[in-house]
């Protein structure tokens, strides 16, 4: 294969590559057609693209591009290449290449596409579509584009995908190695910087309400209550949401207030005397006080990743909001407790559509900026291991593959790229990782990159370790926070890596006995962020003394703890206090 390592280093690194080998694109192409009595016939087939393999024509490298129509044998071929961000498709009736796409643009910029001049850029924003940021462009208001994608209809169409024999076809789904990362549904995915709306038909807000018993002050009771926005009204020519709330018996009734949402802006209008108040103003900035007269200042505006989704925090000293959330203690709360009727209202959930999108954790989750996540659609381990009581060497590779529910909860699926099976369901909440298997019941806290120094932790078998150390190492220009998780006294270090794991499977946090796990690689979107090799020289793997070992130096252990007379010619053992591998 001529391109087994990519088209260019720096496409790579500026832009999801849309070419890549075995790269496929899934289409329904609609025929029309009129018979001789006039009557129009509409019939729907499956149509397909993908690449495989590569050639070389006039000094450049091209991929082939393979078309067919799934209900025929028929199958065409194209040539494209890539270049920063820049695809081509090689024209063999005039021996020329033509400019099909270039994700470089900005808005604003006048391009020329497929033969087509003076288009103009009418507006550039990036979606997050399983875990990965893509580019959408807009082209003269008519075509859009996707990094890594291409446009709705057939690749070879960047501006629109009507074509002159009748036929349209529209994309509905993109594989990369086996992995759905786009289907049409996401050419409208909200942009990450677009505003995520307050109010929404049918949407829940759960909190839970402290009272003080009224014969004895000193006990609280709590309930579990909840409030809704269902259906709408006119009022005086604006549109309003109806609310209901459940205060703790299990009963949705109407309550006397209307809701909607204008401009950032979240309004509630009281029945009783027909006034309207400013509940919520999405658009403050830091400084900005709310309401005007009142003492609440905006301190500080960021952004969190729930469950993959973007959300715009506001904190205003007594209470946090949360863009498409609300206030942390109630929808109909959004200043904070209120100390006059002495009862506590503390959001736990917050749901759409019987999903639960946030939660009470999630108002203290870090900032997108502080944190690397481990879990990202699409993200890939590849592990080597030696099985030290058959004697085999096995190679595996997990994946991050679309998300599932379990128990009103949302996960990453990781899949077994070998087998296509799911190995298990992890999820990521404030920098701790759950890990739920098929078969089990409940979940367990596989990792906790909130640790800190001297820190404890309990394994899911009970036994407790300690961070004994932490470090930021650096890799390719990219900084890893690491730590170092000991059980008892054990001499050799145990590093988990954000946004990687540990030097052992995905789901193994700490060296087991048996079957010996080493990773080889973790990937981004095809490229590799960090290597086996990256924990032993950075991390120092393979230099760190035993400091409790009750042997001389010299002596060598397998990895059951059993001392060996000689060094074993395949496997992993212990040497001078150090991990070594039988060559």
């Keep these: 294969m001529l391109l087994s390592h990519g088209i260019s280093v720096m496409a790579q690194l500026s832009h999801p590559l849309l070419l890549k080998d075995g790269k496929t ?17 509409v019939e729907k087939v499956p149509y397909k693209e993908w690449i495989e393999g590569d050639t070389v024509i006039n000094d450049k490298t091209y991929y082939r591009m393979h078309s067919s129509d799934l209900g025929f044998p028929v199958m065409t071929e194209s040539f494209w290449r890539e270049d920063d961000g820049r695809v081509y498709a090689y024209r063999q009736k005039t021996d020329t290449e033509m400019l099909m796409y270039d994700f470089n643009v900005k808005a604003g910029d006048i391009i020329g596409i497929n033969g087509s001049n003076h288009l103009e850029i009418r507006k550039v924003d990036t979606l997050l579509v399983r875990g990965i940021k893509r580019a959408r462009i807009n082209v003269a208001g008519f075509a859009y584009w996707v990094e890594g994608i291409g446009a709705p209809g057939l690749l070879a169409e960047p501006l629109g995908h009507e074509v002159s024999d009748g036929n349209v076809s529209q994309l509905l789904s993109c594989y990369e190695d086996g992995v759905c990362v786009f289907t049409s549904d996401d050419f409208n995915a909200p942009s990450i910087g677009d505003y995520r709306p307050l109010l929404q038909d049918g949407k829940e807000w759960h909190y839970r309400l402290e009272v003080r018993d009224e014969e004895n002050p000193s006990i609280h009771i709590t309930k579990n209550c909840r409030e809704m926005v269902a259906g709408d009204t006119i009022v005086g020519g604006l549109h309003y949401f109806k609310h209901y709330r459940d205060s703790g018996d299990g009963e949705l009734r109407s309550s006397d207030a209307l809701w909607r949402e204008e401009g950032r802006k979240v309004f509630v209008r009281w029945i009783r005397n027909a006034e309207e108040e400013l509940m919520y103003d999405f658009g403050v900035k830091v400084g900005d006080k709310f309401p005007e007269d009142d003492y609440l200042q905006v301190s500080c505006i960021d952004t969190v990743l729930v469950n993959g989704q973007y959300f715009r925090r506001m904190n205003l000293g007594r209470a946090v909001w949360v863009e498409g959330v609300g206030s942390n203690w109630s929808l109909s709360y959004p200043f904070g407790q209120q100390t006059t009727d002495g009862k506590k209202r503390t959001l736990t959930a917050c749901k759409e559509n019987g999903v639960t999108i946030f939660t009470e954790e999630d108002f203290n989750a870090p900032s997108i900026g502080d944190y690397r996540p481990l879990l990202q659609d699409g993200k890939e381990w590849r592990y080597h291991y030696y099985n030290d009581f058959t004697g085999k060497d096995y190679y595996t590779s997990l994946t991050v593959a679309g998300d599932t529910i ?161 060094k074993p010619t395949k496997g992993v053992y212990i040497e001078d206090g150090r991990k070594m591998v039988g060559k």
């Design 406 to 566: 379990i128990d009103d909860k949302r996960y990453k699926q990781i899949v077994d790229l070998a087998t296509g099976t799911v190995n298990c369901a992890l999820r990521e909440d404030c920098k701790k990782v759950y890990v739920n298997y098929p078969g089990h019941s409940g979940e367990a806290l596989l990792y906790d990159f909130g640790l800190g120094l001297g820190d404890t932790f309990q394994f899911e078998d009970s036994q407790s370790a300690t961070v004994v150390s932490v470090d930021t190492v650096m890799v390719d220009d990219r900084a890893f926070r690491a730590l170092d998780v000991r059980i008892g006294n054990e001499s050799w270090p145990n590093w988990w890596v954000e946004g990687v794991g540990s030097e052992f499977f995905l789901t193994t946090n700490y060296f087991a006995v048996g079957n010996y796990y080493q990773l080889s690689s973790c990937l981004v979107n095809g490229e590799t962020i960090f290597t086996l090799q990256d924990f032993q020289t950075a991390l120092g793997i393979h230099e760190q003394p035993y400091k409790y070992g009750r042997e001389t130096p010299s002596a060598i252990y397998n990895l059951h703890g059993h001392r060996l007379t000689g």
């Design 25 to 41: 694109w899934n289409y329904e192409c609609t025929h029309y057609s009129m018979d001789d009595q006039g009557k129009l016939h």
